[in-house]
């Protein structure tokens, strides 16, 4: 038989770095087999007994405001909070092709990593409005032949106060976008902002991921009202919130009510722990905290979760090379997860997790599913969060989308 492209010797991740490899068959862009040593024709990639996975899922990400550290206006005490500030004082000069370039080469960077699906959220305040959205909204469409990526469409800087803004997300909404969310912390009225956000999502059928519950007070954590809300509307399994900064500040025996709370109402969190741990504590001049959520912790009460980067390069992140196996072993070391079990769940949370909040029901490794694969070099997904390993080759929908050279390290030649 025929097919586009055999993947051999790949190491699966229900094995282990001692286990039988496979080889992995593609036509027409999905799996067509999956066993040992497959007979046939076509183009023929041999992994070397190295770990295949699904392509990664980044489920929080901030793709139009990235890469603008050099236009803001400059930090001048390094405790500050002011990061929406100063990226509201340069909005008003995005430019639909400003957005295009700068997200496109950030984009990039998260194919070379291995990501091959992304939910970005789209800033549309009054002063950028919709030109991002444009912006990003073609950039789909442009680079829809390495990675599914989704819009999600909110207000960064207010919404229940600012009266023309709505128009520009009920304008997003009705162009396509699938998400709609928010940055409660900002308005006048959180409260009343999460409760519009909701309406809106059953209106236009929209699934919800809001920022929430950043800080560290655990007194008026928002959290409960999204899963009050979810509940009455029937969104579960549609609603992700991002941050969830508070969570790490609440005793275990809360955390895990939280999780199980969670759970019930199918209301997922995504943490962000670059951003997470550089906006944390800043009150606080010794023994910081550190402000990124267990999300470990509240798997393990049944809770979904994921670990995504969120911000490349601008005043909320000002750093970040599109790696999110980086900020997954980040994350591993800030929340003290070290065994083969828990590195193993952190793959997860940049996995297949991540795919259940897009509502990404053909993921994964199975016969006919789309034959996204990465190729590690490593064996097994723990070993891939531990060394923080390079993904070798990319594929999406069985077609190439990247190959990374492995080094060659020069030793000096023996003479006499």
Not at 342 to 358: G, K, M, N, Q, Y
């Given at each position: ?13 229900n ?51 990235s ?8 930090l ?25 370039t700068r ?23 009054p002063?950028?409005?919709?030109r ?22 909110f ?32 308005d ?12 809106l ?16 007070t ?47 109402s ?10 997470d ?15 990124v ?5 509240l ?17 909320f ?44 029901s ?52 023996r003479?006499?």
């Amino acid at each position: 038989m025929a097919f586009d492209l055999i993947l051999r010797n790949a190491r699966l991740a229900n094995g282990d770095a001692a286990s039988a490899t496979v080889d992995i068959a593609v036509a027409d862009g999905g799996i067509a087999a999956i066993e040992p040593r497959i007979s046939g024709g076509g183009e023929s990639v041999d992994a070397r007994g190295r770990f295949v996975s699904p392509g990664l899922v980044e489920s929080h990400f901030h793709l139009d405001k990235s890469r603008i550290l050099d236009r803001v206006p400059p930090l001048k005490d390094r405790r500050a909070t002011d990061y929406m500030m100063r990226t509201s004082a340069v909005k008003h000069t995005f430019t639909v092709e400003d957005v295009y370039t700068r997200a496109r080469d950030t984009l990039e960077q998260c194919l070379l990593n291995g990501v091959t699906h992304m939910r970005t959220h789209v800033e549309v305040d009054p002063n950028v409005g919709l030109r991002g959205f444009e912006a990003i909204e073609r950039l789909a469409k442009d680079y829809a032949w390495a990675i599914d990526l989704q819009l999600c469409v909110f207000l960064q800087e207010g919404w229940t106060n600012v009266p023309e803004a709505e128009a520009n997300v009920v304008a997003a909404l009705k162009r396509g976008a699938q998400v709609i969310g928010g940055a409660p912390r900002y308005d006048a009225d959180g409260p009343g902002q999460i409760r519009r956000i909701f309406a809106l999502a059953k209106e236009f059928d929209a699934d919800v991921d809001i920022h929430l519950d950043g800080g560290y007070t655990t007194h008026d954590m928002a959290i409960y009202l999204v899963c009050d809300l979810a509940d009455q509307i029937g969104w579960g399994g549609r609603v992700a919130i991002g941050h969830g900064n508070k969570y790490s500040c609440l005793p275990a025996a809360e955390l895990e009510a939280l999780g199980r709370r969670l759970a019930d109402s199918g209301v997922a969190v995504t943490v962000l722990p670059a951003t997470d741990l550089f906006t944390s504590g800043r009150h606080l001049e010794h023994s910081v905290i550190r402000g990124v959520a267990d999300a470990n912790a509240l798997v393990a009460q049944g809770a979904n979760c994921a670990i995504a980067t969120n911000n490349v390069l601008n005043p909320f992140t000002p750093y970040g090379d599109c790696s999110l196996v980086r900020i997954a072993n980040l994350y591993a070391n800030v929340v003290q997860r070290g065994t083969t079990e828990d590195l193993s769940e952190c793959f997860a949370l940049v996995t297949s997790r991540p795919a259940r909040i897009l509502r990404k029901s053909d993921y994964g490794i199975a016969l006919g599913n789309p034959a996204d694969l990465i190729v590690w070099n490593a064996k097994t997904p723990a070993e891939v969060i531990a060394t923080v390993a390079q993904p070798l080759l990319g594929f999406k929908r069985g077609q190439r989308v990247f190959t990374r050279e492995m080094p060659t390290l020069h030793r000096p030649s023996r003479s006499g």
